[in-house]
């Protein structure tokens, strides 16, 4: 059917994939791929054969518009990213409000998100999060991280492996550096981590052990130890 699929491709363990995902990506006339390459290769792990077109960050401005007319003349179109649900910090939204602008269905999938599985496995509150994703990497970091201070909610944060120590940091400097972190690397990966402690905890870790991999840090929110007694208090 001519519309738009949303479809989300594992994080890093290739088993993470939903068999409507398969089915989809079979089926669908085109599929448009953050990097053709990445995608590549779980399309050949599973025999799909689909010529790959670039959507990413750098091209996407200028291709919503000719994906939007393709599936207007009748053709069925998936978008997937290099890992993840796309528009979650990936290319996508563009497309997708472009879509809905013109009355072009969209149908998203569900699958896999890094954020979800850190979050859960934190042990911090997960009935109320607020997500950042990446931080602006110089203008208004600082002035984020402000705001961010009184934050009642668990906060989710991504970061590249060669800004994880300085991140820490930062948020030592705004949080202090008794506020709790649960950083999770290699997500459903074979060297997958969770670190978890205070945030100048997790700095002497990552101190002693240089970051690599992909990561998913989650902070918890200024009044999480009134959530934890007011849970406690609902249990009783």
Known sequence: MPKLYIIPTPIGNLEDITLRALRLLKEVDVVYAEDTRTSQVLLKHYGIERKLYSHHKFNEHQSVEAVVRQIEAGQSVALISDAGTPGISDPGFLLVRKCVESGVEVETLPGATAFVPALVQSGFPCDRFCFEGFLPQKKGRKKRLSQLAAE????????????????LGEFAEAFGPERRVSVSRELTKK??????????EVIAHFEEHPPKGEFVMIVEG???KHHSADSDEADE
Request: avoid cysteine; aromatic fraction near 14%; charged fraction near 25%.
């Open 222 to 224: 200024a009044d999480a």
């Open 152 to 167: 009642p909610r668990t906060m989710i944060f991504y970061e590249s492996p060669y800004r994880v120590l300085k991140a």
């Open 191 to 200: 060297f997958e981590q969770t670190i978890r402690g205070t945030l100048a």
